[in-house]
């Protein structure tokens, strides 16, 4: 089973393997150290004995006092001439012992005494009857040695029937001998089987033996000689009472309740195969250690699974063959445990590697990612723009693209040996030039490299290529500094460009940046509300959505300066995820209050038509109860325009779903009448540019009103924004506009103070 010795697998176990084994063999052995062992135990020997049942050995039969015999005799207690009779038919059917599990410590009626005397002596020693300790009365700790009475002692040998149960009732052990009246007297079982015992000491119960393939016979049968002798001849026989009327009934593990007659027999069957010890917890305990350490060292969730299965087996069997083969009965609660606890730590460790190398992986490539940066680094850090991926992505199936990719990344590590090359996003690799090289030169070469098509998939491609230079330092310092850098050599039309050495305001944004994330999560990012009018309604029927970040070191963080960064560093995706998963929330704290109140919420041009921020939407929007028809996202014009194939077709899911759509900052962009049909929009706004002083300029004013006309034609419904005055509310009224949003209105607001806008009568709209 082990590939190596046990030794070599301890000396390579890994620091967590070293923890996971020590909190294992710490419950191990407090789990067999404590009740709650023992009840596992007693459970696991049900199952142990269940899985091993055997036939009885025929050394032992039982006469038994059942219902036959009550119902044939009636009267009890019985006179003992019956039972003359019945030592009588054994002697001549040649038992090789009678043993009595029957109160004689009393005297009977004088004949029937005297009878039971004469059959003892005929049988001159075959017979041996009972002694026990009962207690001297109800709540007495004293107990008191009965002994057959002094008629009936002559010939016979006198032994223990003495049964105590666990604390529990259940029955599981017999002592060997006991002391009664000061003398040590063997137990019944240990008088049949001839296993002498020192006094009080006890012997596991082997419940393995099936007790209905022990011989039985009725009592009456025998006392009236309708028995066949030979089921008897050779064997040593039990007497005792079975049936229920006459009680002596014992809970044993795997068979239930059985009469106290024949426990004795289980008992003597187990002694007549040999005295059964109970070993220690250590040999299980070292055998798990063992078996938790080869489990430990296995490298796959499927084998550490079946590891813990096959030595959870091993364990068994092992314990099994102990039991049956040496009768010694282990403990098997603390070394499972072990075997347990040593199975969990190791899947959950190998789980965790899975998810920190998925967390830490590329998964279109194999890449390393951004997370597997290190902290910082020794030399300079070079990034590689992919300039022309998206052209790529447009004739390559996903595969294919993934190849470029790799193999493009084979060519950047040429320039530094055995780099690890990182896509540190979709657009970008980078990886790290050792301390003192010169990178200039080597990037003269590698370009002619990356000028040389790739192969994939039996076709060459060209992979643009734009290089950023980042100096020693922090690693995402570096980072952002080469993205920069390449970002600029793309637009400048060079190969590469060095980041630039005084960057205060960049740095600052970087930090920035890096502390976005930490606002998310500890939500210092807040929603505002602006609310529209509906000036038909006169009453507001939708908000928009605008984000706020109150820092709690550099106080208001403008959203005109973190958005754009962003979008820039690929955290745009995350802070829209966010605002709408909050947005929902408000909705459903002002729903009630009043008619309906939709929410407007912007949508980047960069998400537009991303397959993974549109599948977390959708998934945010299946948890939530609040109907998609209270949404309504926002676009640029200019988002529209950059890809309309990819616009049309996100903005039609976007419809699908129930969510309106809005044009945003309507008359800065170059739309026409044509692709404004083409466009599934729901309304426009219009620039607040244009609406600010249409009431006083006439070329605004035509602007706004064919605006509204034009929109109107299209079914499409008008948001002015950018009210400031009655005025500018007044002109817009009376040329058809739709709704209005503006300060004239309400500055946007927190959830609270929405609330209360909302319950309040708007004096604007009159």
């Given at each position: 089973m082990f590939a190596r010795s046990p030794f070599a697998l301890f000396r390579r176990a890994r620091a967590s393997s070293w923890a996971i084994l020590g909190i294992a063999l710490a419950i191990g052995v407090g789990v067999g150290a404590t009740?709650?062992?023992?009840?596992?135990?007693?459970?696991?020997?049900?199952?142990?004995?269940?899985?091993?049942?055997?036939?009885?050995?025929?050394?032992?039969?039982?006469?038994?006092m059942d219902a036959a015999s009550v119902a044939a005799i009636q009267r009890y207690p019985w006179s003992r001439a019956h039972y003359a009779r019945v030592v009588d038919a054994m002697r001549r059917a040649g038992a090789?012992?009678?043993?009595?599990?029957?109160?004689?410590?009393?005297?009977?009626?004088?004949?029937?005494?005297?009878?039971?005397?004469?059959?003892?002596?005929?049988?001159?020693?075959?017979?041996?009857?009972?002694?026990?300790?009962?207690?001297?009365?109800?709540?007495?700790?004293?107990?008191?040695?009965?002994?057959?009475?002094?008629?009936?002692?002559?010939?016979?040998?006198?032994?223990?029937?003495?049964?105590?149960?666990?604390?529990?009732?259940?029955?599981?052990?017999?002592?060997?001998?006991?002391?009664?009246?000061?003398v040590p007297r063997p137990s019944l079982s240990a008088y049949i089987a001839g296993r002498p015992g020192t006094a009080d000491r006890t012997f596991p119960i082997d419940m393995a033996i099936d007790p209905d393939t022990i011989p039985r016979l009725s009592f009456v049968a025998v006392e009236r000689g309708r028995f066949d002798a030979a089921a008897v001849r050779g064997r040593n026989v039990l007497i005792g009472a079975t049936a229920i009327e006459m009680g002596d009934r014992?809970?044993?593990?795997?068979?239930?309740?059985?009469?106290?007659?024949?426990?004795?027999?289980?008992?003597?069957?187990?002694?007549?195969?040999?005295?059964?010890?109970?070993?220690?917890?250590?040999?299980?305990?070292?055998?798990?250690?063992?078996?938790?350490?080869?489990?430990?060292?296995?490298?796959?969730?499927?084998?550490?699974?079946?590891?813990?299965?096959?030595?959870?087996?091993?364990?068994?069997?092992?314990?099994?063959?102990?039991?049956?083969?040496?009768?010694?009965?282990?403990?098997?609660?603390?070394?499972?445990?072990?075997?347990?606890?040593?199975?969990?730590?190791?899947?959950?460790?190998?789980?965790?590697?899975?998810?920190?190398?998925?967390?830490?992986t590329d998964e279109a490539t194999g890449l390393p990612n951004r997370h597997a940066l290190p902290v910082t680094t020794d030399g300079a850090f070079v990034v590689a723009r992919l300039v022309?991926?998206?052209?790529?992505?447009?004739?390559?199936?996903?595969?294919?693209?993934?190849?470029?990719?790799?193999?493009t990344a084979e060519r950047l590590r040429l320039m530094s040996?055995?780099?690890?090359?990182?896509?540190?996003?979709?657009?970008?690799?980078?990886?790290?030039?050792?301390?003192?090289?010169?990178?200039?030169?080597?990037?003269?070469?590698?370009?002619?490299?990356?000028?040389?098509?790739?192969?994939?998939?039996?076709?060459?491609?060209?992979?643009?290529?734009?290089?950023?230079?980042?100096?020693?330092?922090?690693?995402?310092?570096?980072?952002?500094?080469?993205?920069?850098?390449?970002?600029?050599?793309?637009?400048?039309?060079?190969?590469?460009?060095?980041a630039a050495t005084n960057l205060d305001q960049i740095e600052r944004q970087v930090s920035l940046m890096g502390e976005l994330d930490d606002a998310l999560a500890a939500g210092q990012i807040e929603v505002f509300y602006q609310p529209k009018l509906s000036l038909a309604q006169g009453r507001p029927t939708s908000v928009e959505a605008l984000v706020r970040w109150r820092h709690p070191e550099r106080g208001f963080v403008g959203p005109d300066l973190f958005i754009p960064l962003a979008e820039q560093t690929d955290r745009i995706a995350p802070l829209t995820l966010y605002v709408v998963e909050r947005v929902l929330t408000d909705i459903a704290n002002w729903r009630g209050l009043g008619p309906d109140l939709a929410a407007a919420i912007n949508i980047s041009a960069k998400l537009l038509s991303a397959p993974a921020f549109n599948a977390a939407i959708e998934r945010l929007l299946e948890r939530s109860a609040i109907p998609?028809?209270?949404?309504?996202?926002?676009?640029?014009?200019?988002?529209?325009?950059?890809?309309?194939?990819?616009?049309?077709?996100?903005?039609?899911?976007?419809?699908?779903?129930?969510?309106?759509?809005?044009?945003?900052?309507?008359?800065?962009?170059?739309?026409?009448?044509?692709?404004?049909?083409?466009?599934?929009?729901?309304?426009?706004?219009?620039?607040?540019?244009?609406?600010?002083?249409?009431?006083?300029?006439?070329?605004?004013?035509?602007?706004?009103?064919?605006?509204?006309?034009?929109?109107?034609?299209?079914?499409?419904?008008?948001?002015?924004?950018?009210?400031?005055?009655a005025e500018c509310l007044e002109f817009l009224r009376a040329a058809g506009c739709d709704m209005i949003q503006g300060y004239h209105i309400s500055r946007p607001l927190p959830l609270d103070a929405l609330l209360t806008f909302i319950a309040t009568p708007v004096a604007a709209a009159a």
């Open positions: 009740r709650l062992g023992d009840t596992a135990d007693h459970m696991l020997d049900t199952l142990r004995f269940e899985a091993a049942t055997r036939s009885a050995s025929g050394g032992v039969a039982i006469v038994e090789a012992s009678v043993v009595f599990d029957v109160d004689f410590s009393s005297g009977s009626d004088t004949a029937g005494d005297t009878a039971f005397a004469a059959a003892l002596a005929r049988a001159d020693g075959l017979v041996t009857l009972p002694t026990f300790g009962q207690q001297a009365g109800a709540g007495s700790t004293r107990t008191i040695d009965a002994l057959p009475i002094p008629a009936l002692r002559q010939h016979v040998a006198l032994a223990s029937v003495s049964i105590a149960p666990d604390s529990d009732g259940v029955v599981r052990a017999m002592p060997l001998a006991t002391m009664t009246a000061g014992y809970a044993v593990p795997v068979w239930g309740v059985l009469p106290g007659v024949v426990v004795q027999a289980l008992a003597a069957e187990t002694l007549l195969a040999g005295v059964p010890a109970v070993g220690d917890g250590l040999t299980p305990t070292l055998l798990a250690l063992l078996l938790a350490t080869w489990v430990l060292a296995l490298r796959s969730m499927r084998a550490v699974l079946g590891g813990g299965i096959a030595a959870g087996t091993v364990i068994i069997t092992a314990v099994l063959i102990a039991q049956h083969g040496f009768s010694t009965l282990y403990p098997l609660a603390g070394a499972l445990a072990i075997l347990l606890v040593a199975t969990l730590g190791a899947a959950v460790r190998h789980v965790a590697g899975r998810f920190q190398a998925q967390r830490t022309n991926i998206d052209s790529l992505a447009a004739v390559l199936d996903r595969q294919s693209l993934a190849d470029a990719v790799v193999r040996a055995n780099a690890t090359v990182y896509r540190l996003d979709r657009h970008h690799l980078g990886f790290v030039i050792a301390d003192g090289a010169e990178p200039e030169g080597q990037l003269q070469g590698l370009r002619s490299i990356l000028l040389q098509p790739v192969e994939v998939g039996g076709r060459r491609i060209d992979v643009g290529v734009a290089i950023g230079l980042a100096e020693v330092g922090e690693v995402e310092r570096q980072v952002a500094d080469g993205m920069l850098a390449a970002d600029a050599a793309q637009r400048e039309g060079v190969f590469w460009r060095r998609t028809s209270l949404l309504i996202f926002e676009v640029t014009e200019s988002a529209a325009m950059s890809d309309p194939d990819k616009a049309v077709a996100a903005l039609r899911r976007y419809r699908e779903l129930g969510i309106a759509v809005s044009m945003d900052d309507y008359g800065t962009g170059q739309s026409t009448l044509t692709y404004l049909r083409q466009l599934p929009l729901n309304e426009l706004k219009i620039d607040r540019s244009f609406v600010q002083f249409a009431h006083q300029n006439r070329n605004d004013a035509v602007l706004v009103r064919s605006t509204i006309d034009l929109a109107h034609d299209l079914g499409l419904k008008v948001v002015a924004e950018g009210v400031e005055d």
